[in-house]
């Protein structure tokens, strides 16, 4: 059974640790403040790019958005449309593609 077959539910079950453990390790690997918010979203639809930021943010605001590929680009790219864009790290540029 893979983890999006079982119940996000359970504060206490599986995807709830796999979850909390990945965001615990993303913010000692990129120093996140506790005053930030880390959000995990299904993956495979345009329609995310635009619909995070007007939903979670609203017009003007400004968010960073760490480019690791095409795929981050495209989601920054779309973002800027509505919200002002931060590209603190750009993997792209750097040729150093994860």
Known sequence: MGIHEMSQRDPGGPVQTVLQGAEDNLRTLL??????KVLFFQGGAH???SAIPLNLMGL????DYIVTGMWSMR????AARYIDVNIPVNLLE?????
């Not at 120093?31 to 930030?36: E, G, H, K, L, V």
């Not at 003007?60 to 968010?63: C, E, F, I, N, Y």
């Open 31 to 36: 120093d996140i403040p506790d005053n930030y």
């Open 60 to 63: 003007g605001r400004k968010a």
């Open 47 to 49: 329609g995310q790019f």
């Open 75 to 78: 989601a920054a790219e779309e």
């Open 94 to 98: 750097t040729k150093q593609n994860c």
